[in-house]
């Protein structure tokens, strides 16, 4: 019994993480739609899409259909040609006009079958030369997409920016949410050695803030991967990059303090300090700043994050139990280090 309170937590910490790293890897994402080409398609004239679709299979699909919607408007394709599982061919007879009430010219393409259920490509095609007449209402249906498929079984949300990429919300949003829990370790040990200068409050400040540090890194470093694929380059100097990069400056700061100070006691106490300074700098840095200006990120600038697009039900099942796998591993590693410490300074 005495053994299972001491590792219970950390026997846990590793079944998450294998749980999220097996299903994180293995659950397929939804069907969706890459490309339609032509981009662009001039009104009053036939319009004929080549669609190329993600984890579809047209060939096998029944009750095939495909729309062009504007608002609640839309128009139904005229003509459907499958050429293979992920590639079909829709034509469409365009209006001469757009509806009257409705300025955009970039209808989402809206596919729907038995076997894929619905799919969509948002802003598939720019639409030329409307005329905007109020005719144009007339020629355009209002409300007839209904009755459309879902999908069954289990998957991922498919997004055009991501593709395979929205697994790394399992790595890099949740190791920067085990660096926060792990800060925040460091800032109440910080505080406790403050208020009772007993050193072994030190140590574990000192241990876990430098595991903070590690998963920061390991943040950015699959941060810049991501970025490298969503946005065309590793550091795009993004305004939450640039604010990240400099909280992890000021906790690495924190140990190039440690190191510049001989005396024990002195060392402790100014690294307490500096330890608080640093956690309540970090929270506008990361939290409040980005949020003030135009961002990449989401849940920056008006950029919203956890939508259902980006973080659904089903990753929501892997999400927060990999975060808390990832917290419980960096406290069981931060735990080995204050053990290593202890040693070396001989405090038992």
Avoid: C
Avoid at 137 to 152: H, M, P
Wanted: proline share 4%.
């Amino acid at each position: 019994m005495k053994h299972f309170k001491q590792w219970w937590w950390k026997i846990t910490g590793i079944l998450l993480l294998i749980y999220g790293f097996t299903f994180g890897m293995l659950i397929p994402l939804k069907p969706g739609i890459v490309t339609a080409e032509p981009f662009t398609a001039t009104l009053g004239q036939p319009l004929q899409l080549n669609v190329q679709g993600y984890n579809t299979y047209y060939t096998t699909a029944a009750d095939f259909r495909a729309w062009l919607k504007l608002d609640s408007f839309s128009i139904a394709a005229s003509n459907i040609e499958v050429q293979s599982d992920q590639q079909v061919s829709l034509t469409f007879n365009l209006p001469e006009n757009l509806p009257s009430t409705i300025e955009e010219r970039s209808p989402n393409l809206i596919i729907d079958n038995n076997v894929d259920g619905t799919h969509l490509l948002p802003s598939a095609v720019y639409l030329n030369d409307s005329k905007d007449t109020l005719m144009a209402q007339e020629q355009w249906d209002l409300n007839a997409i209904s009755s459309l498929n879902k999908k069954s079984g289990i998957y991922f949300p498919y997004r055009n920016t991501l593709y395979e990429t929205i697994r790394n919300t399992y790595f890099h949003v949740s190791l920067w949410f085990a660096m926060m829990f792990l800060f925040i370790g460091a800032f109440v040990q910080s505080i406790k050695y403050l208020s009772g200068k007993q050193l072994e409050r030190d140590y574990k400040a000192s241990s876990l803030t430098s595991m903070g540090v590690l998963f920061g890194i390991l943040g950015l470093l699959t941060g810049a991967v991501w970025a490298k694929h969503t946005w065309g380059a590793y550091w795009s100097w993004d305004i939450k990059q640039n604010m990240t990069a400099i909280s992890l400056l000021i906790y690495l700061a924190y140990f190039v303090l440690r190191a510049s100070i001989p005396d024990v006691d002195k060392k402790a106490r100014l690294s307490a300090v500096y330890n608080i300074f640093a956690f309540v700098a970090i929270i506008p840095l990361i939290y409040v700043i980005p949020r003030l200006f135009s961002s990449l990120h989401p849940g920056n600038g008006g950029n919203p994050a956890f939508g259902s697009q980006d973080l659904d039900n089903t990753m929501r099942l892997i999400f927060y139990p990999i975060i808390i796998g990832w917290t419980l591993i960096g406290f069981w590693i931060a735990q080995l280090n204050y053990r290593m410490k202890r040693l070396g300074k001989k405090l038992y």
